[in-house]
């Protein structure tokens, strides 16, 4: 969702394990502008994982990711960090 203008401030909110999706890669633009915002959603059932790649123009994002019922997260990483 933007909730700005030209996607600077960005709210990602991936409902896809409702959805029964694994695999996902969005990405949305405002084509006059050129600014676009782009996430890659991978969730590995073997692994017991989730990944959320974003990238775009934005200034801020926030992200609220749905979780397995009864699942917290364990270890949550930002850039590659924990």
Excluded: C
Excluded at 42 to 60: P, V, Y
Aim: charged share 20%; proline share 5%.
């Amino acid at each position: 969702m933007d909730k700005s203008s030209l996607f600077s401030n960005v709210e990602l909110s991936p409902h896809w394990i409702a959805a029964g999706k694994n695999e996902v890669d969005i990405t949305i633009a405002y084509g006059p502008s050129g600014t676009s915002v782009s996430y890659q959603y991978l969730h590995n059932l073997s692994k017991k994982t989730i990944s959320l790649t974003f990238q775009g123009n934005a200034e801020t994002y926030t992200v609220r990711q749905l979780l397995p019922d009864g699942k917290q997260p364990k270890r949550v990483n930002l850039d590659e960090k924990k």
